[in-house]
């Protein structure tokens, strides 16, 4: 087998042989602990991207490899014309914290929205979705047209019809958006991609109000809020939302490629066999992954997430109150955005120089994403590399 190492080499290889798609700056990683990666030149940085909020527990976490090892060793796939002891245990633990009793697992977030709609579909017997400005969903075909940034949609135009996106700043929007033919409404919790932008209390009641107006379904895409993000197993039922359908990722499988699509009884029961599928969702591999995931949130991580939740917000809010380029910090628990005057892309390079990892969103916005095992310690580090930054 031929070992790539050097950074020039692994970028040499990628520019003649992978899809030109991402921008990728000049580092190449090749080993993790905990909050940190290593590249190849052995340079340490600390982690606040946690591969776009999946990895929940750190970088190779002694259960999560553990758990790994042995399950591969025994049995990774068998697809799902088999029974496995995975699924459902998986999915009974899912329900338990969710109280949607139905699960579908597929292979990533944008998979599991895909089956949401779908799913919309069948069980209401209409084709009209809401979703909100701002909105990202994902880039497959359905996931995408209820994705609001021309900038994803524009270029493989025309897509799914029936789409009418609504204001998420204006309840009168959301409420008129909402009639009688809507099969769902489509929402994050917190938008991601679109600012890290928390729902509004006035937007979750005409919501609410809507759904419950034309009996129309609720989605909650939780791929990036969910599963422990904000210090609580999901952010739709801390707002007040009681969801028909919820997409899961991200950190579900904390590394492994692994999404979820729960529902009620009601939409489960419109669904057949044969109306929808997955070779990958939910093999032994990635169930196992999912069950570790949850063991540690459920043995003390989750409220350790909730607590350096706190203290994040606490300490971007001192660092707002410090630089003035800084206009606003938005978010709840691991989950955060700093608003920044212009493009934020010179503030991800210096930090990168400097040792620590974040990301960019809606141009001006700097995302905020460690791995629940961050500790007070190297928040105070992260934020004051982004106080020199500034």
């Given amino acids: 087998m031929t070992t790539v ?51 929940a527990l750190g970088h190779a976490h002694p259960s999560l490899a553990q758990a790994l090892a042995g399950q591969a060793a025994t049995l990774a796939h068998t697809s799902n014309l088999y029974f496995h002891p995975l699924q459902g245990e998986l999915a009974a633990r899912l329900a338990a914290h969710s109280t949607l009793p139905r699960a579908f697992f597929c292979n990533s977030g944008t998979e599991a929205v895909e089956a949401c709609l779908k799913f919309a579909r069948k069980a209401s017997g209409k084709t009209k979705f809401v979703a909100l400005k701002h909105s990202f969903h994902g880039r497959t075909m359905g996931s995408l047209s209820v994705t609001w940034e021309p900038h994803y949609r524009e270029p493989f135009a025309p897509l799914i019809e029936d789409v009418v996106f609504a204001d998420p700043h204006d309840a009168a929007s959301i409420a008129d958006a909402i009639t009688d033919d809507v099969a769902a409404v489509i929402v994050e919790p917190i938008q991601g991609e679109g600012g890290v932008r928390p ?44 969801p028909d359908l919820m997409a899961l990722g991200k950190a579900l499988g904390g590394g492994m490629p692994i999404g979820a699509a729960l529902m009620s009884e009601r939409v489960a029961s419109a669904v057949a066999p044969g109306d929808h599928g997955s070779t990958y969702g939910g093999n032994l ?14 043995g003390g991580l989750l409220d350790h997430a909730r607590a350096m939740g706190e203290y994040l917000g606490d300490a971007l809010e001192g660092l707002r109150a410090r630089h003035t380029r800084v206009t606003a910090v938005r978010g709840v628990g691991l989950m955060r955005g700093i608003d920044v005057e212009g493009d934020a892309a010179a503030v991800l390079q210096a930090a990168l120089e400097r040792g620590l990892l974040i990301n960019r969103t809606a141009n001006t916005v700097l995302r905020v994403l460690p791995p629940y095992i961050v500790t007070a310690a190297q928040i105070d580090e992260a934020v004051s590399i982004l106080g020199d930054v500034l």
């Fill in 5 to 55: 190492s050097s950074e020039t080499n692994v970028q040499a290889l990628e520019a003649a042989n992978l899809l030109q798609i991402y921008r990728r700056p000049n580092v190449v990683f090749e080993r993790g602990d905990g909050v940190y990666l290593f590249d190849t030149a052995g340079r340490r940085y600390l982690d606040f991207v946690s591969g776009v909020g999946v990895a």
């Fill in 199 to 242: 729902l509004s209390p006035e937007a979750v009641a005409a919501i609410a109000a809507g759904c419950a107006r034309t009996g129309a379904l609720l989605i909650a895409d939780e791929v990036q809020s969910g599963m422990g993000r904000t210090g609580r197993m999901f952010h739709s039922t801390t707002l007040g939302l009681q």
């Fill in 285 to 298: 591999l990635a169930c196992r992954a999912a069950l570790t995931v949850l063991d540690e949130l459920e």
